[in-house]
């Protein structure tokens, strides 16, 4: 199983322990997954993103093996249709983007562009709906969370796209489900590490009601403890422990 929301690099706004490629890999092996896709954590309020995927590149190359590049593609960017296409052909399986911190709508044309062109190199695209709950960020951070009318537009924008939507709730995740069509549905897969078990149990009612295949096993390490995600599949109910989740790793290419 891969993790497809785990990050390394510093956080602007706290420190973090251990936010380094070496102990994620220790940290993946010790929660029995075989890999991540991995972002580099400072990317969302850089506003170029050619320094912040450099970096991350260069972090992974020890562990490739392991560690897979999810890196940022910023589609009001000079050139970014060459960026992404060559981003795809060095081998990363999925693209990030941040369409709340650069200041983009629901609406804005250069995001479903990429989304499209996304699909087109047929590998995913990672949105991430917040870092911190409201109630822990910190002042500086202006960037609110991802809405569902973003996710709609992109889920909507064409049969090729496909959407990896990492830290929603059980709200954002119904609002945006069931405004959807089915096929537009199958487009969007969903990590429930943000979403509530026991005694809400909000996980094993949309693992009852939208289907365990909607859902993707995401840590958002170093931000989370891994075992969040973990502990929400094992106090899943009997009747739904053994609901098979998606694994990332059969998106793609």
């Known amino acids: 199983m891969i993790d497809c929301a785990a990050f390394i690099g510093p956080y602007p706004f706290r420190q973090l322990p251990h936010p380094d490629p070496d102990v994620l890999v220790r940290v993946l092996a010790r929660e029995g997954l075989s890999g991540a896709w991995v972002g580099y954590l400072p990317a969302p309020w850089q506003r170029d993103p050619v320094a912040a995927n450099e970096s991350l590149l260069a972090a ?76 822990q960020r910190s002042a500086l951070d202006v960037a609110g969370d991802l809405t569902a009318a973003h996710i709609r537009t992109l889920a909507r924008a064409g049969a090729s ?22 096929d537009e549905q199958r487009r969007v897969l969903w990590d429930f590490a943000w979403i509530w078990g026991p005694p809400e149990d909000h996980f094993a009612h949309l693992v009852r009601t939208i289907g365990a295949e909607r859902f993707v096993y995401g840590t958002h390490w170093p931000l989370r403890l891994t075992q ?18 998606t694994d990332v790793a059969s998106l793609g290419r």
């Open 60 to 135: 992974l190359v020890p562990h490739r093996s392991t560690l897979h590049p999810a890196p940022v593609v910023r589609p009001d960017w000079p050139r970014w249709e060459h960026m992404l296409r060559d981003l795809v052909e060095q081998g990363s399986p999925a693209i990030r983007a941040y369409p709340m911190h650069w200041g983009m709508g629901p609406h804005d044309a250069s995001m479903r562009a990429l989304a499209l062109s996304c699909g087109e190199l047929r590998v995913p695209l990672v949105l991430t709906v917040r870092f911190e709950d409201l109630r």
């Open 161 to 182: 796209v496909r959407l990896v939507v990492t830290g929603a709730g059980r709200e954002l995740l119904e609002e945006t489900h069931w405004s959807l069509t089915p």
């Open 228 to 245: 969040n995600a973990r502990a929400n599949l094992d106090l899943l109910p009997e009747s739904l422990r053994h609901a098979a989740i």
